[in-house]
Protein backbone atom coordinates (compact mmCIF):
# COMPACT_ATOMS: atom_id res chain seq x y z
CA UNK A 1 0.00 0.00 0.00
CA UNK A 2 1.14 3.54 -0.74
CA UNK A 3 1.67 5.49 2.65
CA UNK A 4 2.23 8.77 0.89
CA UNK A 5 2.66 10.22 -2.69
CA UNK A 6 4.08 13.48 -3.64
CA UNK A 7 3.67 15.01 -6.94
CA UNK A 8 6.88 16.19 -8.44
CA UNK A 9 5.95 17.57 -12.18
CA UNK A 10 2.89 18.15 -14.07
CA UNK A 11 2.32 18.88 -17.20
CA UNK A 12 -1.86 20.02 -18.35
CA UNK A 13 -3.04 19.32 -21.67
CA UNK A 14 -3.94 22.32 -23.74
CA UNK A 15 -7.60 21.89 -23.99
CA UNK A 16 -6.99 22.22 -20.22
CA UNK A 17 -4.97 24.84 -20.65
CA UNK A 18 -6.85 27.36 -22.84
CA UNK A 19 -10.62 25.94 -21.03
CA UNK A 20 -9.32 27.90 -17.54
CA UNK A 21 -8.76 30.70 -17.72
CA UNK A 22 -6.51 31.55 -14.63
CA UNK A 23 -6.37 34.20 -12.69
CA UNK A 24 -8.76 37.27 -13.96
CA UNK A 25 -5.54 39.65 -12.97
CA UNK A 26 -1.61 39.09 -11.96
CA UNK A 27 0.55 40.90 -9.21
CA UNK A 28 1.04 44.07 -12.07
CA UNK A 29 -2.72 44.55 -12.42
CA UNK A 30 -3.00 44.89 -8.47
CA UNK A 31 0.09 46.90 -7.97
CA UNK A 32 -1.74 48.93 -10.68
CA UNK A 33 -5.08 49.09 -8.80
CA UNK A 34 -3.66 49.78 -5.48
CA UNK A 35 -1.13 51.91 -6.79
CA UNK A 36 1.39 50.22 -5.39
CA UNK A 37 4.89 49.88 -6.44
CA UNK A 38 8.55 48.76 -5.58
CA UNK A 39 7.90 47.41 -2.15
CA UNK A 40 6.09 44.47 -0.80
CA UNK A 41 2.17 44.65 -0.50
CA UNK A 42 1.27 44.47 3.24
CA UNK A 43 -2.14 43.12 4.57
CA UNK A 44 -3.91 41.65 7.42
CA UNK A 45 -6.59 39.26 8.24
CA UNK A 46 -9.21 40.45 10.58
CA UNK A 47 -9.29 38.65 14.04
CA UNK A 48 -11.30 37.76 15.74
CA UNK A 49 -12.52 36.20 12.47
CA UNK A 50 -15.77 35.59 14.49
CA UNK A 51 -17.99 37.68 16.86
CA UNK A 52 -17.53 41.24 16.27
CA UNK A 53 -20.49 43.03 14.61
CA UNK A 54 -19.99 44.59 11.18
CA UNK A 55 -19.75 47.78 12.22
CA UNK A 56 -16.76 46.93 15.24
CA UNK A 57 -15.50 45.10 12.39
CA UNK A 58 -15.40 47.77 10.01
CA UNK A 59 -13.55 49.81 12.71
CA UNK A 60 -11.33 47.32 12.81
CA UNK A 61 -10.38 47.01 9.04
CA UNK A 62 -10.05 51.60 9.58
CA UNK A 63 -7.80 51.03 11.96
CA UNK A 64 -5.21 48.45 10.14
CA UNK A 65 -5.89 50.57 7.08
CA UNK A 66 -5.53 53.40 8.86
CA UNK A 67 -1.97 52.47 10.49
CA UNK A 68 -0.33 51.40 7.43
CA UNK A 69 -1.89 48.44 5.89
CA UNK A 70 -2.42 48.57 1.73
CA UNK A 71 -5.31 45.95 2.46
CA UNK A 72 -6.92 43.60 4.94
CA UNK A 73 -8.54 40.70 4.32
CA UNK A 74 -12.11 38.42 5.51
CA UNK A 75 -11.42 35.33 7.07
CA UNK A 76 -13.04 32.26 5.55
CA UNK A 77 -15.76 31.74 8.27
CA UNK A 78 -16.65 35.45 7.54
CA UNK A 79 -19.27 35.11 5.02
CA UNK A 80 -22.94 35.90 6.27
CA UNK A 81 -23.02 35.01 10.14
CA UNK A 82 -26.19 36.04 12.15
CA UNK A 83 -24.43 38.92 14.35
CA UNK A 84 -22.92 40.05 10.98
CA UNK A 85 -24.70 39.93 7.46
CA UNK A 86 -22.80 40.15 4.27
CA UNK A 87 -24.38 43.54 3.37
CA UNK A 88 -23.61 45.15 6.37
CA UNK A 89 -20.19 43.80 6.61
CA UNK A 90 -19.70 45.53 2.95
CA UNK A 91 -21.03 48.67 3.91
CA UNK A 92 -19.40 49.36 7.06
CA UNK A 93 -15.77 48.02 5.60
CA UNK A 94 -16.13 50.52 2.85
CA UNK A 95 -16.83 53.16 4.75
CA UNK A 96 -13.79 52.18 6.43
CA UNK A 97 -11.66 52.15 3.45
CA UNK A 98 -12.99 55.25 1.96
CA UNK A 99 -11.85 57.27 5.64
CA UNK A 100 -8.84 56.30 5.57
CA UNK A 101 -8.00 56.44 1.63
CA UNK A 102 -8.92 60.39 2.20
CA UNK A 103 -6.88 60.48 5.46
CA UNK A 104 -3.86 58.78 4.06
CA UNK A 105 -4.12 59.73 0.75
CA UNK A 106 -3.04 56.18 -0.19
CA UNK A 107 -5.51 53.35 -2.23
CA UNK A 108 -6.61 50.63 0.20
CA UNK A 109 -8.54 47.68 -0.37
CA UNK A 110 -10.20 44.65 1.81
CA UNK A 111 -10.90 41.14 0.56
CA UNK A 112 -14.92 41.36 0.73
CA UNK A 113 -15.27 37.06 1.04
CA UNK A 114 -18.50 36.48 -1.43
CA UNK A 115 -18.50 33.01 -0.81
CA UNK A 116 -21.94 31.67 -0.81
CA UNK A 117 -24.27 28.83 -0.92
CA UNK A 118 -25.43 29.36 -4.07
CA UNK A 119 -23.18 30.83 -7.62
CA UNK A 120 -26.41 32.89 -7.57
CA UNK A 121 -25.79 34.64 -3.98
CA UNK A 122 -22.47 34.96 -4.94
CA UNK A 123 -22.68 37.18 -7.82
CA UNK A 124 -25.26 38.99 -6.05
CA UNK A 125 -22.23 39.89 -3.50
CA UNK A 126 -20.05 40.20 -6.09
CA UNK A 127 -21.89 42.84 -7.73
CA UNK A 128 -22.69 44.76 -4.78
CA UNK A 129 -18.99 44.51 -4.02
CA UNK A 130 -18.30 46.40 -7.40
CA UNK A 131 -21.45 48.65 -6.65
CA UNK A 132 -19.70 50.03 -3.49
CA UNK A 133 -16.60 50.32 -5.46
CA UNK A 134 -14.97 47.53 -3.86
CA UNK A 135 -11.16 46.78 -5.74
CA UNK A 136 -10.93 43.23 -4.43
CA UNK A 137 -13.38 40.52 -3.93
CA UNK A 138 -12.04 36.64 -2.43
CA UNK A 139 -14.03 32.99 -2.62
CA UNK A 140 -13.56 30.22 -0.79
CA UNK A 141 -12.93 27.92 -4.00
CA UNK A 142 -13.37 24.59 -2.39
CA UNK A 143 -16.19 25.22 -0.39
CA UNK A 144 -17.67 27.35 -3.22
CA UNK A 145 -16.82 24.74 -6.04
CA UNK A 146 -14.80 24.65 -8.81
CA UNK A 147 -17.31 25.84 -11.44
CA UNK A 148 -18.39 28.63 -9.25
CA UNK A 149 -14.42 29.61 -9.13
CA UNK A 150 -14.21 29.38 -12.56
CA UNK A 151 -17.24 31.75 -13.48
CA UNK A 152 -16.17 33.99 -10.65
CA UNK A 153 -12.68 34.61 -12.46
CA UNK A 154 -14.74 35.41 -15.59
CA UNK A 155 -16.66 37.79 -14.16
CA UNK A 156 -13.86 39.54 -12.43
CA UNK A 157 -12.16 39.65 -15.80
CA UNK A 158 -15.23 41.30 -17.38
CA UNK A 159 -15.53 43.25 -14.50
CA UNK A 160 -12.23 44.78 -13.31
CA UNK A 161 -11.83 43.37 -9.86
CA UNK A 162 -9.66 41.81 -8.48
CA UNK A 163 -9.77 38.09 -6.88
CA UNK A 164 -7.95 36.57 -4.23
CA UNK A 165 -8.81 32.60 -3.71
CA UNK A 166 -8.69 31.72 -0.43
CA UNK A 167 -8.20 28.09 0.16
CA UNK A 168 -10.59 27.65 3.12
CA UNK A 169 -10.99 23.51 3.72
CA UNK A 170 -7.34 22.76 2.19
CA UNK A 171 -6.93 20.36 5.00
CA UNK A 172 -9.16 17.88 3.45
CA UNK A 173 -6.80 17.65 0.31
CA UNK A 174 -3.31 18.47 1.89
CA UNK A 175 -3.08 17.80 5.72
CA UNK A 176 -0.95 14.58 5.40
CA UNK A 177 2.02 15.83 6.73
CA UNK A 178 4.40 13.70 4.22
CA UNK A 179 3.62 15.87 1.39
Not at 34 to 41: A, Q, S, T
Request: hydrophobic share 35%; charged share 25%; aromatic share 8%.
Amino acid sequence: AIRALRLEDVRFPIAYVKTCGGPPHGIQVERDIMNKYGRPLLGCTIKPKLGLSAKNYGRAVYECLRGGLDFTKDDENVNSQPFMRWRQRFDFVMEAIHKAEKETGERKGHYLNVTAPTPEEMYKRAEYAKELGAPIIMHDYITGGFCANTGLANWCRDNGLLLHIHRAMHAVLDRNPHH
